[in-house]
């Protein structure tokens, strides 16, 4: 909502009063709001993402454990998210059909998010490609790997 000669006012009814047409109404868009924007191509900076399928970009694996919200941080200062099932899911139907833990010991898993309940995020702990899922502390430090859609 936008402050319009004392009234707050909805953007839809901003551009109608206007007369522009929707799309023209440019909205600035925050960094910290970016890593739920799609991207017309892969992101390549700072870290590379990787095409999967035709919506899905994500990256390798991340080397360096961190616990569910240093690994958020991380995914977001890259304009994209920590990979979650659905991502994971995608990647196995419709890009190379790698499904988790790939490359990572099951006892370690790798983050899915998002947060299930109080200090609660999922984690890939076991390689089936039908029940790869658990549930596990936020503390715990895992790998993880990041993802973005394509517009």
Same mark, same amino acid.
């Not at 990979?83 to 659905?86: G, I, R, S, T």
């Not at 988790?100 to 990572?104: H, L």
């Not at 029940?131 to 503390?139: H, L, V």
């Given at each position: 909502m936008t402050r319009f000669g004392g009234l707050f006012i909805t953007v839809s009814a901003a551009v109608l009063l206007s007369g522009l047409a929707p799309d023209a109404l440019q909205l600035p868009v925050s960094t910290? *709001?970016?890593?739920?924007?799609? *991207?017309g191509s892969c992101?390549?900076?700072p870290i590379r993402y990787f095409q999967y399928g035709t919506r899905l970009c994500m990256t390798a694996i991340q080397r360096d454990p961190l616990t569910f919200q240093e690994a958020m941080q991380r995914c977001m200062e890259a304009y994209g998210r920590v990979?979650?099932?659905?991502d994971w899911a995608y990647r196995e139907t419709s890009?190379?059909?790698i499904h988790?833990?790939?490359?990572?010991p099951p006892s370690q898993g790798i983050w899915l998010g998002p947060l299930t309940g109080d200090n609660r995020a999922l984690f890939a702990n076991d390689p089936?490609? +039908?029940? %790869?899922?658990?549930?596990?502390? @936020? %503390?715990? @430090?895992?790998r993880y790997a990041?993802?973005? +859609?394509?517009?």
């Open positions: 910290a *709001a970016a890593h739920g924007i799609p *991207a992101r390549t900076s990979a979650d099932y659905h890009g190379d059909h988790p833990p790939w490359g990572v089936r490609p +039908d029940d %790869f899922e658990g549930e596990t502390s @936020k %503390f715990e @430090k895992r990041c993802a973005h +859609d394509r517009s």
